[in-house]
């Protein structure tokens, strides 16, 4: 599997994502969190650059795409635990595989949806727990950030003719820009140690480092392959939350892992056997 070199990393990181970045918008809001991720990864992926960006119409979707997707994601963590909103975020390739079929035309096999229809039953089963109260209003928050997330998997696709470090630093670049006009909405911040920790994390490797291996991921293949791939990281996260803080998620929730563990499989099956 060509992108497996790309997916381990970005699996083992983004597991761990969802708590530093819980950590740090305890003590800032979801906007200024993002704001500054993305002035350093922007930092990041121009200093590599040497200042070269891409300015075009897609760039700039790309770059309304992930600056929504990652504010609704940080704010559905207002509301979620870091394995819940792994969980829901994974709802993306319901998302992206009909808008790269639309968008690019790319048709996923059928064994690729099986898998998918397979895995997305499991996060539907592991989400019946959540659909009370607040957490509700997190959910809803956070499967609205799938959708964003979809469009910018494409979106990267899309632009996969260009260098991904350019892409990166335009989307960054500009992605600073609109949340920096954003700011004044929400902007309050109360630093401490789990603030800069989150943040140091959030931004490097839990920010440039996997909005790359995740490009690079959807550069190699096709979408609804590298798709399905990712139910990988809730199964992880939902494994780090019982070692961190011994929570074991409910029967229907374990059933739940497992289908999005089978659809991995059964997705890939053709590639495993061959």
């Not at 260009?162 to 335009?170: E, F, G, L």
């Not at 609109?178 to 309050?188: E, K, Q, Y």
Request: glycine share 6%.
């Amino acid at each position: 599997m060509k992108i497996l070199k790309y997916l381990l990393p970005y699996v083992t990181i983004t597991s761990f994502n969802y708590y530093f970045a819980k950590d740090a918008i305890t003590f800032s809001s979801p906007i200024f969190f993002n704001l500054i991720r993305y002035v350093i990864s922007s930092i990041i992926f121009l200093s590599i650059s040497r200042g070269k960006i891409l300015f075009n119409r897609d760039v700039i979707q790309l770059a309304v795409y992930t600056t929504v997707s990652s504010l609704l994601w940080a704010y559905g963590l207002l509301y979620v635990s870091p394995a819940e909103s792994a969980v829901l975020s994974y709802t993306m390739p319901l998302f992206s595989i009909p808008i790269s079929f639309i968008i690019l035309l790319e048709r996923p096999a059928v064994l690729e949806i099986v898998g998918v229809v397979i895995g997305f039953s499991g996060v539907i089963l592991y989400g019946l727990p959540l659909v009370h109260g607040l957490t509700l209003f997190g959910s809803i928050i956070t499967i609205v950030n799938a959708l964003f997330w979809g469009l910018f998997t494409v979106f990267y696709r899309k632009l996969k003719g260009y260098d991904p470090i350019t892409v990166n630093a335009s989307q960054f670049s500009i992605g600073s820009i609109i949340l920096a006009l954003l700011l004044p909405i929400h902007h309050n911040i109360d630093p401490n140690p789990e603030f800069y920790i989150g943040i140091a994390y959030t931004s490097t490797l839990g920010g440039a480092i996997s909005f790359f291996l995740w490009n690079m991921m959807v550069k190699a293949e096709k979408i609804p392959k590298v798709t399905v791939l990712s139910f990988s990281v809730p199964i992880l996260t939902t494994l780090v939350e019982f070692l961190l803080y011994h929570v074991l998620p409910f029967p229907i929730q374990l059933f739940g892992i497992f289908l999005m563990f089978l659809g991995i499989l059964i997705s890939r099956s053709r590639t495993l056997l061959s």
